[in-house]
């Protein structure tokens, strides 16, 4: 028999929350960003369960845009980060990829390759980590037209969307508005999952929901369920041992947790060996049977401990979910000191992925 644990991806729930990044978006549009193998949940199964829903994906390289190709869709690929060769913007051309240029050199290649790929380009308007100088768009202009190159819009990214309390995003939202404003047949992309929640922000021609199609949340003080968002991933394993400790009785490596007092304890079959956090500590929840429990000691490779005192009849064989619907994947994430984007992109090819819907 194979290992218990394994991935489930609820499909129905991803296009539940790709519907509403576009009721959200409207008139607008949205592009399904499904970059690090759709977040985790498998690329080539994600882009095909929203390929009827989604007129455009976005992913981070030539490679994952490849991998919608190759899994039989034809809608245009967005390469967020660009091209990193000249030879990679023949491949987009004839590909129907559409690369967002960022820097001197990517638009020097347009020339040296001479190929016509549709293009984006981003402007850094605050988040300082790619694009052109707003006063450098209408350089950038010129030169891709002068090569016979379509430009499809203008691309900023947010740094401070999640945080309501924060102004920066409209700072940004009017720092790219005022260099579009010479250029009205050119489409705007501003939007990530967080700003499809923040309250009068303009959302533009094209939204481009990441996260949040996964269910997990992008606002710093909005749980996914109270934004209306479903979980897709649920983690589980189960139990593969039961015992109850005594007093002064430790748990795993370190001897980090000691009873107080008798306490059945359960060993799960999941470790970060999987992707489950190595550094969740005591008190991280998970859910057995669906009771919530804790999670005491350290994580190991392979295996997890759990205090049981909740559940006192569980068995071996008894179903654990580490994250999904009775536990999100947002609160364990918040027990490890990470957030749910880095857990759900970090469960490991050892976990097979199930899919359902």
Excluded at 228 to 239: C, N, R
Aim: proline share 6%; with cysteine.
């Amino acid at each position: 028999m194979p290992r218990p644990t394994r991935a489930l991806v609820d499909l129905s729930a991803l296009q539940h929350n790709y519907r509403l990044a576009c009721e959200r978006a409207a008139p607008g549009q949205s592009m399904a960003v499904v970059k690090a193998d759709g977040y985790g949940h498998g690329i080539a199964r994600v882009a095909g369960a929203l390929a009827e829903l989604a007129p455009c994906f976005a992913v981070a390289c030539i490679e994952e845009a490849l991998s919608i190709r190759q899994a039989g869709l034809s809608q245009p690929v967005v390469l967020l980060e660009g091209v990193h060769t000249a030879e990679d913007l023949g491949i987009c051309a004839g590909q129907g990829f559409e690369p967002v240029l960022h820097n001197a050199e990517q638009l020097a290649w347009l020339a040296q390759s001479g190929a016509r790929p549709r293009i984006w380009i981003k402007l850094n308007t605050g988040m300082n980590r790619l694009g052109f100088p707003p006063a450098e768009l209408p350089a950038c202009l010129a030169q891709a037209r002068h090569q016979g190159v379509e430009v499809r819009g203008l691309m900023t990214h947010f740094a401070c969307s999640d945080d309501l309390d924060d102004d920066f995003t409209q700072v940004q939202t009017r720092r790219l508005q005022q260099a579009a404003a010479d250029y009205p047949g050119l489409a705007l992309s501003l939007a990530n999952s967080a700003a499809h929640f923040r309250p009068g922000q303009p959302l533009f021609h094209w939204t481009r929901p990441g996260i949040m199609l996964y269910g997990a949340t992008p606002m710093l003080a909005a749980s996914a369920a109270e934004l209306g968002l479903k979980p897709v991933m649920t983690l589980e394993s189960e139990l593969i041992a039961v015992r109850t400790l005594q007093p002064g009785d430790s748990v795993g490596y370190g001897a980090t947790w000691v009873a107080e007092q008798s306490t059945p304890m359960g060993i799960v079959a999941i470790g970060y060996g999987d992707g489950y956090p190595r550094h969740a500590g005591t008190g991280t929840p998970a859910a057995v049977n669906g009771r919530r429990v804790r999670l005491i000691g350290r994580v190991s490779m392979d295996m997890l401990a759990l205090d049981l005192s909740a559940v006192p009849d569980a068995r071996v064989g008894d179903r654990v979910e580490l994250w999904g619907g009775q536990v999100s994947v947002d609160e364990v994430a918040a027990s490890a000191g990470t957030i749910g984007y880095e857990l759900l992109t970090g469960v490991t090819v050892r976990v097979p992925r199930i899919y359902r819907n």
